[in-house]
């Protein structure tokens, strides 16, 4: 049996993973922070379908307590961490002097102190077993930056520094990390852009279209399958940057 926890798993990219990995044969844990109702529709509905065994929980990612928690229950019930995909973020679009301290911090420590809890609390496990794989979703914007998107662009930045040193530092225990860097997902975190601002936001993607979480899913399922990629910022942005 193999086993993946997932961090916000419960739409998105993060129920994408879901999705692919159960029909892969893993087993899963999945977290959210707000639409648990959804996450348990969706744990039914994979171990139904795939005949999985499924885990969910409920708490916010920013909160080392909250990943204690989570990797115990884990870990106690399938004795093993074989994938971890650090999944969860959120994002604020406004000017930089516009943003407060107290949504600064939301943002960083959603999409990158959570990065570091949740790998944290399973890298002991990943050692003893000598085995193992930790996926960051960073974003292109880590790597460009995004206009009015500050604190969003930092925390993704961090994650690729983050992968790139932590990669280093598990090598010698044949764990791989790796982040992958999407472009523009077809996701709610661009609900706020009309009709007409999506239509010219994908003319400028050389691809032509948003990504679809399920590509982001098979791409990151791809990824943990190279046995000799490690420390690597893998972009998924249909060629825009």
């Not at 049996?1 to 087993?27: D, L, P, V």
């Not at 885990?55 to 920013?62: E, M």
């Not at 969860?88 to 420590?109: C, K, R, Y």
């Not at 009709?195 to 032509?208: D, H, M, Q």
């Amino acid at each position: 049996m193999k086993t993946a926890f997932i961090t916000g798993a419960s739409r998105g990219i993060g129920r994408a993973c879901a999705e692919k990995f159960a029909s892969e044969g893993y087993s899963l844990g999945l977290c959210c922070k707000n639409n648990i109702e959804s996450l348990n529709d969706l744990k039914a509905e994979l171990e139904q379908k795939y005949g999985i065994e499924c885990l969910t929980f409920q708490g916010d990612v920013s909160d080392y307590s909250f990943a204690e928690k989570c990797s115990k229950t884990f870990l106690e019930k399938f004795g093993r961490i074989d994938v971890l995909i650090n999944n969860a973020a959120i994002s604020t679009f406004e000017l930089t002097q516009d943003i407060s301290p107290e949504e600064w911090n939301e943002v960083i420590g959603t999409n990158l102190n959570s990065v570091f809890y949740f790998s944290k609390v399973f890298i002991p496990t990943f050692i003893h077993q000598q085995s193992g794989s930790i996926i960051n979703v960073s974003s292109m914007w880590g790597r460009a930056g995004a206009s009015c998107e500050v604190a969003y662009s930092t925390s993704k930045g961090g994650i690729n520094a983050f992968t790139m040193a932590l990669a280093k530092e598990l090598a010698p225990s044949k764990i791989s990390v790796n982040a992958i860097a999407p472009g523009v997902v077809d996701t709610e975190m661009n609900s706020r852009l009309t009709s007409k601002e999506k239509e010219e936001l994908a003319e400028e993607i050389p691809i032509g279209r948003f990504a679809a979480p399920e590509e982001i899913a098979e791409d990151i399922f791809y990824i943990i399958e190279m046995p000799y990629v490690t420390g690597q910022i893998i972009g998924a942005d249909g060629g825009y940057i």
